[in-house]
């Protein structure tokens, strides 16, 4: 009888050993094959059944001595493989998981070291990605695998190095025409912190001197939705598609990565904006240890997390924005976290550049420590009326000091006729003159006569492209250089102010003075991530 029962057992075990061995091929094949999906379930079916009979191997003995020790190896090789397919439809969080409990198992498992480090390295946190593939390296397993743990082990080391120093360059690219893979960035938190700011709510501030072009932070999006539409054409239903699927897209990202969900919950969402937490710069770093301590899930309702997309995505092609070696028809919208934390003035010192998924904000100008980080939302080369029409669209009435400047000024008689004159179409020339004198009247300071000559850029554009008006006005209008340097002072570099300098540089020569002041508003449009001969040949200028 007892012989009958102990083979009954037997016959139990060797059917489960063939349910376990059947389930772990199809779950192989299925990743063999890609269909992830497919095979977290055939993975996630066979990690259960060999839970339970390592659970219930007590009360069912194998006569085998190594079958405990197999099966725990099969466990652990089951949640690498469930690891690396979950991370493969970028369910980080849950890949990651898998990938801790396969180490508690064997703690110097070779495939879960390489997963888990690549895993790191998708989430951008570079030093712990290269601890990782330092130790794969240790084991023996590393020479004859067919991972490429070399290649792995010097991405990790050359993104870490650029996210401690924010030492990018771009200019290979830039030279051999935008062809090729740009460089992979790695984000990039420079010396930068969040405090309440003066214009509305929270915003960035630097902690030092930095110049035109110093790299402020490079950051990924959380999400973007991008498109070619021929002559920039997107019509209404377009842009609702466009849109529809650019939230769920953050949405989903929201729903698998806590950290996504903890970082978009500091965003405002337009309302009570001045009494929202500031919160530590820490938190944005890459590689901060992350508490997964965001629960109230009422937080993120719809509707908040539309208005917190409302007011924080940015369209890549914008007024201070630039995304290098685009289709002209190319239209792009994203969130980038940190990024949202820059308020918009109309004496920004701020711009951006897109370079895949990442954004890097760049100083445009000089600025001081302490100074608050600012873009421009809208174009900035314009009168105020244009500009109150703009902030309108976004939601908010300008606070920046430009606008409180201007606005007093507006009621003066003799200004809103240079307007009017314009309107009616007034020589560029004499309106820049009309200006000068009225500035002078005024008793404006020199620090703010670039703010109006940034409102009047087009009468000052049109009078120093004409060779012929600028001339004729001769010294009764101040130099082009005059007008440039304290337009820039004011509002940064920007390419209309850029592309007029080279355009003379390259018409009348120029000296060492000239071909600096290029560079530098080069280096305000560009960032330090394109170098001099790259700058020159962005700038037309390699043969100068
Ligand atoms: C992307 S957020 C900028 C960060 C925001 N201040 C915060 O505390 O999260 C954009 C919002 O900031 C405010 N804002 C930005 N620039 C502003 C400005 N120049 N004047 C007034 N409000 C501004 C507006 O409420 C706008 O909807």
Same mark, same amino acid.
């Not at 309702?301 to 924005?321: C, G, K, Q």
């Not at 900035?380 to 430009?402: A, I, Y």
């Not at 340097?485 to 018409?507: P, Q």
């Given at each position: 009888m007892r012989e009958e029962a102990q083979q009954q057992d037997q016959l139990a075990m060797a059917t489960a050993e063939e349910q376990l061995q059947q389930l772990r091929s199809k779950a192989a094949e299925l990743l063999l094959r890609e269909e992830w999906q497919e095979s977290v379930q055939a993975y996630s079916h066979f990690i259960t059944l060999c839970q339970s009979h390592i659970s219930n191997f007590p009360q069912n003995p194998n006569p085998d001595p190594d079958h405990l020790p197999k099966l725990r190896k099969s466990l652990c090789l089951a949640l690498s493989n469930r690891a690396e397919a979950r991370s493969r439809l970028r369910d980080f969080a849950e890949a990651l998981r898998d990938c801790d409990r396969a180490l508690e198992i064997e703690r110097a498992h070779f495939k879960t070291l390489v997963c888990k480090g690549k895993i790191l390295l998708n989430l951008n946190r570079y030093s712990m990605a290269l601890d990782y593939f330092r130790t794969a390296q240790l084991d023996p397993q590393a020479n004859g695998s067919s991972v490429d743990l070399d290649g792995y082990l010097q991405k990790s080391k050359k993104l870490e190095l650029m996210s401690r120093t924010g030492a990018f360059d771009l200019s290979e690219w830039v030279v051999n025409g935008f062809r090729g893979k740009p460089l992979e960035p790695a984000e990039y938190i420079g010396a930068v912190q969040i405090k309440k700011s003066e214009i509305r709510g929270r915003g960035l501030f630097v902690t030092k001197n930095i110049d035109a072009g110093t790299l402020v932070l490079v950051t990924k999006a959380v999400a973007t939705e991008r498109g070619i539409f021929p002559g920039q054409n997107l019509d209404e239903n377009t842009q609702l598609v466009m849109w529809k699927n650019f939230t769920e897209k953050v949405m989903d990202s929201m729903a698998k990565c806590s950290r996504i969900r903890d970082l978009i919950s500091t965003l405002s969402s337009g309302e009570d904006e001045n009494e929202l937490e500031v919160p530590e710069i820490n938190r944005f770093m890459p590689e901060a240890e992350h508490n997964g301590g965001y629960h109230n899930e009422n937080e993120h309702?719809?509707?908040?997390?539309?208005?917190?997309?409302?007011?924080?995505?940015?369209?890549?092609?914008?007024?201070?924005?630039?995304?290098?070696?685009?289709?002209?028809?190319?239209?792009?919208?994203?969130?980038?976290?940190? +990024?949202?934390?820059?308020?918009?003035?109309?004496?920004?010192?701020?711009?951006?550049?897109?370079?895949?998924?990442?954004?890097?904000?760049?100083?445009?100008?000089?600025?001081?420590?302490?100074?608050?980080?600012?873009?421009?939302?809208?174009?900035?080369?314009?009168?105020?009326?244009?500009?109150?029409?703009?902030?309108?669209?976004?939601?908010?009435?300008?606070?920046?000091?430009?606008?409180?400047?201007?606005?007093?000024?507006?009621?003066?008689?003799?200004?809103?006729?240079?307007?009017?004159?314009?309107?009616?179409?007034?020589?560029?020339? +004499?309106?820049?003159?009309?200006?000068?004198?009225?500035?002078?009247?005024?008793?404006?300071?020199?620090?703010?006569?670039?703010?109006?000559? +940034?409102?009047?850029?087009?009468?000052?554009?049109?009078?120093?492209?004409?060779?012929?008006?600028?001339?004729?006005?001769?010294?009764?209008?101040?130099?082009?250089?005059?007008?440039?340097?304290?337009?820039?002072? +004011?509002?940064?570099?920007?390419?209309?102010?850029?592309?007029?300098?080279?355009?003379?540089?390259?018409?009348?020569?120029g000296g060492m003075v000239e071909m600096e002041r290029a560079m530098k508003l080069g280096r305000g449009v560009y960032g330090k991530v394109v170098k001099k001969q790259a700058m020159k040949t962005l700038l037309g200028l390699g043969i100068l």
């Open positions: 309702d719809a509707s908040r997390m539309l208005s917190i997309l409302d007011v924080n995505s940015l369209v890549e092609d914008a007024i201070s924005s630039k995304v290098l070696g685009k289709n002209n028809d190319y239209y792009g919208v994203g969130l980038w976290v940190l +990024a949202s934390f820059i308020n918009h003035s109309c004496v920004p010192n701020a711009r951006r550049m897109h370079v895949g998924d990442y954004v890097m904000v760049h100083a445009s100008r000089d600025v001081k420590a302490g100074e608050e980080i600012t873009f421009a939302y809208f174009d900035v080369l314009s009168p105020l009326e244009k500009r109150n029409e703009s902030s309108k669209t976004w939601g908010f009435r300008c606070n920046c000091k430009r606008c409180k400047f201007e606005e007093k000024l507006y009621s003066r008689e003799d200004l809103r006729e240079i307007e009017m004159g314009l309107e009616r179409g007034m020589d560029a020339g +004499a309106a820049v003159y009309k200006l000068e004198e009225g500035m002078r009247r005024w008793m404006v300071k020199e620090r703010e006569k670039g703010y109006l000559r +940034a409102s009047f850029w087009e009468a000052c554009s049109q009078a120093y492209y004409s060779e012929k008006s600028a001339k004729g006005w001769g010294r009764r209008i101040p130099p082009m250089e005059t007008v440039v340097d304290s337009v820039v002072e +004011a509002v940064g570099s920007d390419e209309r102010v850029l592309k007029m300098v080279a355009e003379k540089l390259k018409g009348r020569g």
